[in-house]
């Protein structure tokens, strides 16, 4: 379905979602600044990965 | 506000709508013209995922707990990133099996066992029946408080239950959705476009509520936040009380986990896709519906919270309400409507497959009283049990949503069919990745997941409406303390779903791996998996039939299951496929087999289509065994012609060393030639002379004595030469077979010289030439060698040098003196040299540089060479140089004999 890079670069999003959406990276972004930042660290996190993910998914072929 | 009966119109209005859009989509569908063949569409049907949980559940538990609701978005969010992994291959197994649900999948995986896709479809529809009543509880509410009824369910003007009305009308739109051919196997094109229609609805009426909850009714999201940490809320954006970082972990996990396995999502992401390359767009595009249809959540759970509005589960249309914005109301109402119609539309149509094709129809094949391998039509029977599914599901969730789900969460009832959908995954994802997965182990995985989830959360839930004594909560299953349910083995302080997904999928995967490690595969088990596991390796299987069954019986198979029409439209593309139409007495092949099993399968389910066709076929079936051995056997031809090649490689490389030995031979054969032919003609030259001399003897008796005596003298040296040559070649012959006996001892080298100088004294005079003795060694100069030898190698020396030294002034200097440690012996003449350009060939047997002399020397052309061996024999080397003499410096080498050498050779 697709070739060598794109599988790479599919799977180190995939481990970079892990990490940003699991401990030890939310309890940190729990407790920064007095709290309250959780969710919108989540929602750019999100944000990121899709774009990254688009990017692989929907970009031309490198040579 | 409205009246009630224009909330009734807007709501059968929005369901005509729906219906148009998939009737349209049938109909062109029909026409060949696939309306859904785009990557959009299918990312769209996908978000089914999306249901009234997320529409008003998010929002309700987001209102009590915060972020709590959000992994179950980013557990998908993760999975997608595996769809060209996992969901690629499901899809390809699928479509090249035609698979219609995950059961049939689970069935056909473990060896088409009926029992599994039994098993599996009791889960589904254990899962499958709380999350309808959750999408029933959310209708009836939000219908409810559109009608103006009293929140909690009242009695609606028709003095009906609102949710049974509800449940009735989902039922008979379903049937009408999903089932409404008598062809079974057709897909749900019309389906999957109204679907797809909706998840735009949905997400267009949430963020619309959220625009205006965030930017109407607040200035934005800060002033939101600020107002709910002056409220002190604060909290609701930390972390959400009492959840521990394991159970946001575990959450994801079940989330990202189900979106392969929940019966909906199966059916529109694999049963209905048209294009696997739709995939790459889904890998982002449906992440990004579920970021966005998420990014309000929040602020509308604040401002719900804020609010103060005491039903958190309407809270997206009680803000509206609240705000004097009815028609906002109305446009979230429909979106509510449309979330929770695409969730049971495609679920009760996937779930009653299920039911139909891996429940009722393998029990019903197998009751011979009803004799249904001989009834005609059966597909008409196969369509009448799914649209009784239908209903029977919806008024069990009904039932359930009266009984239990009144008093739980939206989420709360969601989750817990998660968790129970979960227990197909193990077996799904090792049975498509892990060849050895087996029945056993698939079977008591899912049975005992399963119950582990009923223990560990049904059964409180029960205990809480004192259905079961709740006293078990706190004294354990059999008064053992470490049984609690809801803190099994004393793991405590987790959510009550993360607890519970923790043990059930820990005991389901430790069962999967253990029963396929402990039992053995029956060989249609290990062929399905070897099928499934490398599907992408093997495109097509071998398909060997020698069966004598005629094409009409299975023709009429194939009509008794799909219909007459279809069942024709399958013999047309199978012409064009072949180029030739079949004759209906020829006899079916192959092919023609599989493709009839096919179709039945996307009617039926693969277990019972098995079964259906092989009590057609008759005569010699080639089952699961035997294609099994023919693999076996193709194995080993390749594993034959493997060894083969290797065989023909070491052949070859024998041959190539048989070639060079060969080569080697020859050469030894050429150059044993010369020697002979060398050694004959210098035999010859002094056999010629001699006899030449002799006959002049004989034929001048009278010969004065003067000249008698010359000729008597010659004959007498040509004789020595002759002796001379013999015992050279048989000295060499004998070195180089290695015959020679060599005397080995401690050899002085200044005794040796001696020893060679004193035998040559005669030759010296003879050719009136002096002999120096040059450098001597301090002490003994010892070697290890054969003394007579090396005297012979020294003799040999001065003999060649007296003869190239000018006569009467030939000068030769012998020395001996040590170099590293080796003793070097030097003879040195004042002869005319040795050229550059003979150095290395003048050791060669019968090599002589005479082109210098004027004379044939007197030599054998022997007397080098045989240096050369005796030197070569002990370790050393032999060369020739220029000398101090201004002629040629010959000089060989021995390893010196050290004393400590010596004293341990004594």
């Not at chain 2, 030898?789 to 003799?795: F, G, I, T």
Request: aromatic share 8%.
């Amino acid at each position: 379905m697709i070739e060598g890079r794109r599988r790479n670069y599919l799977f180190a999003i995939l481990i970079l979602a892990l990490l940003l959406f699991n401990a030890p990276l939310v309890i940190v972004m729990d407790e920064i600044g007095g709290g309250g930042f959780l969710p919108a660290y989540l929602f750019i996190g999100w944000a990121v990965v899709i774009l990254l993910a688009a990017l692989t998914m929907q970009g031309r072929t490198k040579r | 506000m409205f009246s009630p009966w224009f909330i009734v119109f807007v709501s059968a209005a929005y369901l005509a709508v729906l219906f148009v859009i998939a009737s349209y989509g049938d109909k062109r569908a029909r026409e060949g013209r696939q309306l859904i063949n785009h990557p959009l569409i299918y990312t769209l049907s996908m978000a089914v995922y999306c249901t009234s949980w997320t529409f008003y559940g998010s929002v309700g538990l987001a209102s009590q707990s915060g972020i709590a609701f959000l992994p179950i978005y980013l557990g998908p969010t993760l999975a997608a990133l595996l769809f060209p992994f996992v969901l690629h291959k499901i899809l390809r197994i699928a479509k090249t099996y035609s698979i219609t649900s995950i059961a049939d999948f689970l069935a056909a995986r473990y060896g088409k066992s009926t029992v599994l896709g039994g098993v599996a479809t009791l889960v589904a529809m254990i899962a499958g029946i709380p999350y309808i009543a959750l999408q029933l509880k959310a209708l009836s509410a939000s219908a409810d408080l559109m009608l103006g009824l009293d929140n909690g369910g009242g009695l609606a003007p028709f003095g009906v239950d609102t949710a049974l009305i509800i449940a009735i009308t989902m039922a008979i739109f379903s049937i009408l959705f999903g089932t409404r051919h008598i062809d079974a196997t057709e897909t749900h094109q019309g389906m999957v476009l109204a679907v797809a229609f909706e998840s735009i609805i949905k997400l267009t009426a949430f963020i619309a509520v959220g625009v205006f909850v965030t930017f109407y009714l607040y200035d934005g999201l800060a002033s939101i936040t600020a107002a709910t940490r002056a409220a002190g809320h604060g909290d609701l954006l930390l972390m959400p009380e009492g959840w521990q970082y394991l159970d946001w972990f575990l959450m994801v996990l079940l989330a990202a986990s189900v979106i392969f396995v929940l019966p909906r999502q199966f059916h529109v992401a694999v049963i209905e896709n048209v294009d696997e390359a739709h995939l790459k767009t889904a890998t982002w595009a449906f992440p990004t519906y579920l970021l966005l249809i998420n990014i309000f959540v929040i602020p509308i759970a604040l401002a719900g919270r804020l609010g103060g509005i005491e039903d958190s589960d309407l809270i997206v249309l009680f803000l509206p309400l609240d705000a004097d914005a009815p028609w906002l109301a109305l446009m979230v109402y429909i979106g509510g409507l449309s979330a929770a119609t695409a969730m049971i539309i495609v679920t009760s149509v996937a779930l009653s497959t299920m039911i139909s094709n891996d429940l009722v129809m393998p029990v019903l094949l197998r009751v011979e009283a009803l004799q249904l391998t001989r009834r005609t039509h059966l597909s008409r029977l196969v369509i009448y049990i799914r649209r009784a599914s239908i209903l029977l599901l919806l008024l069990l969730a009904y039932v359930f949503f009266h009984a239990i789900g009144a008093g739980y969460g939206l989420v709360s009832i969601g989750l817990i069919a998660f968790a129970a959908v979960a227990q197909l995954v193990p077996a799904l994802i090792l049975g498509i990745f892990w060849r050895d997965a087996n029945l056993v182990g698939a079977l008591s995985g899912i049975t005992a997941g399963i119950s582990v989830w009923g223990l560990t959360l049904i059964v409180p839930a029960l205990a809480a409406t004192r259905v079961v004594d709740p006293a078990i909560l706190v004294h354990g299953f059999f008064g053992i303390e470490l049984l609690r349910p809801e803190a099994l083995f004393g793991l405590s302080g987790l959510q009550p779903v993360s607890h519970a997904l923790f043990w059930s999928i820990a005991a389901n995967i430790l069962l999967l791996v253990a029963g396929s490690l402990v039992f053995q595969q029956d060989n249609l088990q290990r062929l399905q998996a070897l099928l499934f596991v490398n599907i992408f390796e093997r495109e097509g299987t071998t398909r060997i039939w020698r069966g004598d069954t005629k094409v009409a019986e299975l023709f009429d198979l194939l009509v008794r299951f799909v219909g007459r029409e279809p069942a024709e439209r399958v013999m047309v593309l199978d012409a064009i496929t072949r180029g030739r139409p079949l004759e209906m007495a020829a006899r079916a092949d192959a092919d023609f087999v599989q493709l009839v099993e096919r179709h039945v399968a996307r009617a039926i389910g693969a277990a019972s289509a098995r079964a259906m066709v092989a009590s057609v076929v008759r005569g010699e079936v080639i089952g699961p065994d035997d294609i099994l051995e023919i693999l076996d056997e193709a194995s080993q031809v390749i594993e034959y012609s493997h060894q083969l090649e290797e065989r023909s490689r070491a052949l070859e490389e024998a041959g190539a060393e048989l070639e060079r030995i060969n080569e080697r031979l020859r050469q030894l054969d050429r150059m044993k030639d010369d020697f002979l032919a060398t050694v004959s003609h210098e035999l010859r030259t002094p056999l010629t002379s001699i006899r030449s001399f002799s006959e002049i003897l004989i034929d001048n008796p009278d010969l004065p004595v003067d000249e008698r005596q010359e000729f008597l003298g010659i004959l007498v040296r040509e004789s020595e030469r002759l002796t001379r040559l013999i015992n050279n070649v048989l000295d060499l012959s004998k070195i180089e077979s290695g015959s020679m006996d060599w005397v080995v001892s401690d050899v002085d080298l200044d005794e040796v010289i001696d020893q060679a100088i004193g035998a040559t004294r005669g030759m010296a005079s003879e050719l009136s030439a002096v002999v120096e003795r040059g450098a001597k060694a301090a002490g003994p100069a010892l070697v290890r060698g054969d003394y007579d030898r090396l005297v012979q190698v020294v003799v040999n020396l001065l003999g060649n040098a007296f003869k190239f030294t000018p006569p009467g002034e030939g000068r030769v200097r012998v020395g001996v003196a040590a170099d590293g440690a080796d003793w070097v012996v030097t003879v040195d003449d004042n002869g005319p040299g040795v050229g550059p350009q003979h150095r290395a060939q003048i050791f060669e047997k019968f090599f002589q540089a005479n082109e210098s002399l004027k004379d044939r020397p007197k030599g054998t052309g022997l007397g080098l060479a045989i240096c050369h061996q005796i030197v070569d024999h002990f370790g050393g080397e032999i060369w020739v140089e220029g000398g101090d003499l201004g002629g040629a410096r010959f000089a060989f080498r021995l390893p010196a004999l050290v004393e400590e050498e010596r004293q341990a050779a004594e």
